[in-house]
């Protein structure tokens, strides 16, 4: 590599580089995985176990990935179990269903259970290996592709069934689904099943995620092994789905700290920039502790930092992280937006946040050891503290370090480790440093831990102590009268009788104005606002027949930087809806 006064990158106006692996074509997929990293090792080995899996982490951090490798790998490999691969991500259009229809659940099992028959059908056709199975298979079962096809489309549409739509719904059975996965299977003459279900967290429609889960326990046989990608903290779970003893949390997410750490996001790195070793050292050192552990946030970062030529190396850095941080705290404040009934929690939890940096920026004024752990005692973490932290740790603002015990008498504390971006943009390494040159938070980075984290009560993280005993879920209160509701599944107030209206997220995401999408720029906001005065929400970005071709019309708006403000707006809705 280079070093940082020389920046020897090629800067290659072309390049469109995909971050996120929903969107990855299977031959690109293939060639972008670093399949030797020790964390992509253990999860693709516990994603092909014959047990049932919760594979666990923050946006980002490769589930989707790795979930879709797998996939790949078994089906090129004949020694590997059969797999299937499914993914919920398009499950927020059925949440209208929940107050048109009489019977949202079993339209939700139908959809559920119909994309994983769907799913199964294309992991025969797969190269055409087995492609003659599904028929025989369609016949067997009564499950015939198009009109399976036909049947997920109208309820994804919230379209009223037909007499043979709804006959075909109600004929899908967990059963008949598990005879069709063993069928499969031996058509494709492997030995067992495993069903990677992705985007199953289902976050904004906690009853449609019970029936999921449901789904998921019931479809777990001697050969049927499910793995479902959840999110730590908004993933509310069933009452009859126990995790840790009906599946086995799987997490996916390392932190800096890690060993590998180094060696495990640079591979992923390498196989997505050919020109990687071109890059300055200290760029890729501070880079990679900025992401924090998020496979997609480092190759965000390199790419902006690689398109961003027209400052120092310093400045170009510095916005590289703010940009970032800000975009990583947007996107934690949208779930207010998502999830109203956090927004308590999201306000607090962004004070503590601000609050741990503080803490260890003043811990390494003018010491050698540099600290990066904060603990809270363990009986400050209440129940409602606990959803807090996880709603944190989901958005990938900090990382669980686990517990620790100190002290005599001994007292356990709860270890976290802010972003790093939010260290680096406070410069809470080098706080004895005015300039946090370069060098100096290379220094810092590598420099040897503090042997025992900043341990202070939950209060000290806040200015006012009465935010923490006030926290609670931000419920709406009844429109007629003011009352607040008692839990979120009210019907009707408990003082003046009103009805009291589910807000839907879906109609929320709508609404949202185009100027708070938190990828856009200024000045792409600024230009549509002034040429594309009817773009105002994402409802008008979802009316355009072509959106493309309608920002083209937009001064400075090349196809180029149109078909990339649409994949940012894409991105955002299924973001927002997932």
Not at 65 to 79: A, F, K, L, N, V
Not at 350 to 375: C, F, P, T, W
Not at 552 to 560: A, D, E, K, Q
Request: a neutral charge; aromatic letters at 8%; proline letters at 5%.
């Amino acid at each position: 590599m280079k070093t940082a006064e020389n920046d020897g990158v090629t800067k290659d106006e072309d390049l469109v580089l995909e971050q996120r692996a929903d969107y990855i074509p299977v031959e690109d997929l293939v060639s972008e995985t670093a399949p030797d990293s020790e964390l992509f090792k253990s999860v693709l080995k516990a994603l092909l176990t014959p047990s049932l899996k919760t594979i666990v982490g923050p946006r980002g951090c490769g589930k989707t990935h790795m979930m879709r490798y797998s996939w790949i790998t078994c089906q090129e490999d004949q020694s590997k179990p059969f797999s299937v691969y499914v993914s919920f991500n398009k499950y927020y259009r059925l949440e209208p269903l929940l107050v048109s229809r009489a019977s949202p659940p079993d339209e939700f099992h139908a959809w559920a259970l119909g994309l994983v028959v769907l799913a199964t059908y294309g992991s025969l056709e797969y190269k055409g290996k087995n492609a003659s199975g599904v028929a025989e298979i369609e016949k067997l079962l009564s499950l015939p592709k198009h009109r399976l096809e036909l049947l997920i489309a109208a309820l994804e549409r919230n379209q009223p069934l037909s007499v043979d739509e709804l006959a075909l719904s109600r004929s899908i059975t967990v059963t008949k689904v598990q005879q069709l996965l063993d069928a499969a299977c031996g058509i494709a003459g492997r030995k067992r099943t495993v069903l990677l279900l992705d985007d199953a967290a289902l976050t904004l429609t906690p009853s449609y995620l019970i029936e999921l889960l449901d789904i998921v326990r019931a479809l777990k046989s001697s050969t049927i092994a499910p793995k479902a990608s959840v999110y730590p903290g908004t993933t509310e779970y069933s009452p009859r789905f126990h995790a840790g003893q009906d599946s086995t949390d799987v997490f996916v997410w390392t932190s800096f700290e890690a060993p590998t750490y180094a060696s495990d996001l640079d591979q992923i790195a390498r196989c997505r920039f050919p020109d990687f070793e071109l890059f300055p050292n200290d760029i890729v050192e501070i880079l990679r502790f900025a992401a924090f552990g998020v496979p997609r946030a480092y190759l965000t970062m390199l790419q902006s930092f690689k398109e961003n030529r027209n400052r120092s190396m310093q400045a170009r850095v510095n916005q590289v992280i703010e940009d970032h941080l800000s975009a990583r705290l947007a996107e934690f404040r949208s779930l207010a937006t998502k999830v109203p009934k956090f927004a308590n929690l999201l306000s607090v939890g962004e004070l503590i946040l601000n609050g741990m940096v503080k803490a260890i920026k003043s811990a390494n004024d003018s010491r050698e050891l540099v600290q990066l752990i904060v603990g809270v005692p363990k009986e400050d973490l209440t129940p409602i503290v606990r959803r807090m932290f996880q709603l944190l740790v989901e958005a990938g603002l900090i990382f669980d370090a686990k517990e620790v015990k100190h002290g005599t008498p001994e007292r356990i504390y709860r270890r976290f480790i802010p972003h790093g971006a939010a260290l680096l943009s406070s410069r809470a390494l080098t706080s004895g440093d005015a300039g946090g040159t370069l060098r100096s938070t290379v220094d810092a980075i590598h420099a040897r831990r503090a042997k025992h984290p900043i341990r202070r009560k939950l209060e000290k993280y806040v200015d006012d102590i009465a935010i923490l005993k006030d926290l609670d879920f931000a419920l709406p209160p009844c429109p007629a009268c003011g009352t607040k509701r008692v839990d979120e599944m009210q019907k009707f107030c408990s003082n003046c009788g009103s009805q009291l209206i589910a807000v839907s997220s879906f109609d929320a995401c709508l609404n949202v104005q185009i100027e708070m999408v938190p990828a856009l720029t200024q000045f792409q906001i600024r230009q549509i606002k002034n040429d594309l005065p009817q773009l105002k929400t994402i409802r008008d970005y979802l009316a355009m027949q072509n959106p493309v071709a309608e920002l083209i019309t937009v001064y400075g708006f090349g196809r180029r930087r149109s078909t990339k403000i649409a994949d940012v707006l894409h991105s955002f809705v299924d973001d927002f809806l997932s």
